[in-house]
């Protein structure tokens, strides 16, 4: 059973405005992490948010914040003024298990194509 | 010059030959793993260390081997018996004072 789901294959949205990527998750695990990257053209995957399933607060990184869902199993991205360098792949993933010392596997979404408009 | 270097960006092998992808990292992190993506999809877990002179099997263990002799190596072996390895192939490493995972910036392995 798959348990990242990015709902959305492709995504457009004008620079400048905000855009919210979809993430549903599955997990029996109350212990979890929720991670977000980004793949330009050029291949590497970058890192720009975490959430972890106790963390009292959406998880905010400059122009990304993540709006956590528990009791629904979302972790939806936010990115606000979006600007061109934004175009990109983006990737949602999980792993279960809490500590930051857990090096367990990621388990990921199939992604989402963003495209920025000028 | 810190962080993780995956050599070559691109390489080419004739069917049937093995070929050994290298990572590298000096940030003296415990774990590594090796992924690999195709196109349209996310990522697939090969294989993983946690240690030196110990991995795991991931989700696509099969026809690929690993080794991990130093902690700042985990090279990656694309042997014969893998049907597909055509594919974009990335490693990635992480500390155990962090949540994420870092990954270098990816092989893309072609096999003619």
């Known amino acids: 059973a798959q348990k990242i789901t990015q709902t959305q294959p492709g995504m457009f949205v004008q620079e400048k405005e905000a855009v919210t990527l979809d993430c549903t998750y599955d997990t029996s695990d109350p212990s979890y992490g929720l991670f977000w990257y980004k793949q330009p053209s050029s291949g590497e995957m970058i890192f720009l948010i975490y959430q972890g399933s106790y963390d009292q607060q959406n998880a905010t990184e400059g122009r990304y914040s993540l709006n956590f869902q528990k009791a629904r199993k979302s972790a939806n991205l936010v990115i606000s003024a979006s600007q061109l360098g934004d175009s990109a792949m983006y990737f949602c993933a999980m792993r279960e298990g809490r500590n930051a010392g857990n090096n367990r596997k990621l388990i990921w979404g199939l992604g989402t194509s963003l495209a920025v408009n000028p | 010059d810190g962080g993780i270097t995956q050599s070559p960006k691109y390489l080419f092998r004739k069917e049937g030959q093995n070929v050994t992808l290298s990572c590298e990292q000096n940030?003296?992190?415990?774990?590594m793993y090796w992924y690999r993506q195709d196109p349209g999809q996310g990522l697939r877990l090969i294989y993983y260390s946690q240690i030196v002179n110990d991995f795991q099997k991931g989700d696509i263990a099969e026809g690929y081997s690993v080794s991990r002799e130093k902690k700042e190596s985990f090279p990656l072996t694309v042997t014969s018996a893998q049907k597909n390895p055509t594919a974009f192939y990335l490693c990635?490493?992480?500390?155990?004072?962090?949540?994420?995972?870092?990954f270098g910036p990816g092989t893309r392995l072609t096999v003619l």
């Open positions: 940030l003296n992190h415990d774990a």
């Open positions: 990635a490493i992480k500390s155990s004072d962090t949540n994420e995972q870092f």
